[in-house]
């Protein structure tokens, strides 16, 4: 467990383990909480459709890239470039993935904490009998509140830290696999009870009516970086548990089945939201606290709602626990590989300063007065810090999937490329040719257009 080396490194033990462990980093908080406040701060259909559209062309082919970077190099996101590519200045972009990671995990062991205390507000049957703007205040007191918040981030810090000491086998592939399949049972019951309650129209037809005149610059960013944010791309996770991958795996095919996952979650968290958003006459704008806002209400208008509101917050907490394991793996690794440290240190240390960022941000959800420029939509905004440190991510992980994308299209050899994704030839795929034009062209374009669009205001 100690001090992996490269020869003989930790990896995944099974091809359920595999994909329950890229699964389980991707679906998370992003696909439940951050996926429908976002679609409905960009106005529903479609923005989805940009996503859908941001996930086929850029995010798919960037997960094979990336699972092909770390499993040739069988390194960590920084000294994989290192191997790949010595003597060049590619291993900074590992670098940005190590900063960005640092930059995401701050703010999800936050509302990672916000889902940990509703799991005990739960318990204590505290959403029964309360209306929905009851609900909302309650939302509103807890992330002003000083100490709550970030008690909760704690632990849920501290348990981040304890899976990731237990190594990979042990630790991230055990808990994925028995847990996924259980929040995604959950997430259809609370879609049919969504589907079901009077007034759900209006959500439906939010969701799946698209009104392209709502479809800004800052729109087409946000949906690109979350499509990067909830397959866990940019910023090296998937180079890290790439290198965990063996060498029979078809990574392809795992890279779909993840994709495919973690949408299909994506969407039917959205179809959970959305009807009862509008049925219950909630702002769909809402911003961050819009899932946590919105689900009481259903827990509250459905039998058996006091154990389902249990469940779901609980396994809500333990998917966003694979997610961010899968990040925080990405800062150990490479403290571990390449400063020598032993696990125990480079994860006590990196948790310490993650954690204390974090704490920082939710005190500028009430306590502390923080607002920041921001780019948006050619002008420049004002955003309070929270919300600032989840567009930055948003818009660092484009920016690291842009390099991912020339450096495994334009620097990597065919040779080397095409030797990976067919495990030296024992694979024949009729899709290598369109792959190949996805990472040289299309998806460094998109996201270089994206990106000066954002910054020009074009349209
Ligand atoms: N994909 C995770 C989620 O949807 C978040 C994440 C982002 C994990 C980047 C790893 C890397 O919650």
């Known amino acids: ?172 592939e055990k808990y994925s696999k028995i847990l996924m399949p259980l929040l995604l049972a959950i997430v259809i019951i609370l879609d049919i009870r969504a589907i079901t309650l009077p007034g759900s129209g209006e959500g439906i037809a ?45 990574l392809g095919v795992t890279a779909l089945q993840v994709t495919i996952a973690d949408t299909a979650i994506a969407l039917l968290a959205g179809l959970a939201i959305f009807p009862a958003v509008f049925a219950f006459g909630i702002e769909p704008g809402a911003g961050t606290g819009l899932v946590f806002i919105t689900l009481p209400n259903v827990f509250n208008q459905m039998p058996g709602g006091y154990i389902f509101a249990i469940l779901f917050f609980l396994l809500l907490s333990v998917a966003a626990l694979t997610s961010s394991i899968s990040i925080l793996e990405v800062v150990v690794a490479y403290f571990v590989e390449d400063k020598g440290w032993n696990r125990k240190k480079a994860t006590i240390i990196a948790t310490v300063a993650i954690t204390a960022l974090g704490a920082f941000e939710s005190l500028t959800n009430g306590t502390i007065n923080l607002v920041l420029p921001l780019l948006k939509g050619g002008v420049v905004n004002q955003f309070g810090f929270f919300d600032w440190m989840i567009e930055m991510s948003d818009l660092l992980l484009p920016i690291g999937g842009f390099f991912i994308s020339i450096f495994v299209g334009w620097i990597m050899t065919k040779a080397d490329l095409d030797d990976e994704i067919t495990n030296g030839g024992e694979l024949t795929h009729s899709w290598t040719g369109i792959f190949e034009f996805l990472t040289k062209f299309v998806a460094p374009l998109l996201i270089l257009f994206t990106l000066l669009n954002l910054i020009f205001g074009w349209f």
């Open 1 to 172: 467990m100690e001090n992996k080396n490269l020869q003989q490194r930790d990896g995944f033990s099974s091809k359920l383990g595999i994909i329950a462990a890229a699964a389980g980093s991707a679906i998370g908080l992003g696909n439940i909480w951050k996926f429908p406040y976002i679609t409905g701060r960009y106005g529903g259909a479609a923005f989805i459709l940009v996503y859908l559209f941001c996930i086929a062309l850029i995010g798919l082919p960037v997960m094979l890239q990336e699972f092909t970077i770390g499993r040739r190099s069988q390194a960590n996101a920084i000294s994989s470039f290192k191997k790949l590519k010595p003597n060049t200045p590619w291993f900074l972009t590992g670098w940005l993935g190590f900063i960005t990671a640092f930059v995401i995990l701050s703010y999800y062991g936050v509302v990672a904490g916000w889902t940990l205390s509703y799991v005990f507000s739960a318990i204590t049957n505290s959403f029964a009998g309360q209306d929905p703007e009851a609900l909302k205040g309650m939302f509103g007191g807890l992330v002003t509140n000083p100490l709550k918040p970030i008690i909760f981030q704690v632990v849920f810090m501290a348990l981040t830290a304890g899976v990731i000491l237990g190594g990979v086998k042990n630790g991230i």
């Open 206 to 250: 939010f969701l799946f009516q698209p009104d392209f005149s709502k479809l800004t610059a800052s729109a087409v960013m946000s949906a690109l970086g979350h499509a990067f944010f909830s397959l866990s791309l940019g910023m090296g996770t998937m180079i890290t548990y790439g290198s965990y991958i063996g060498k029979k795996e078809n």
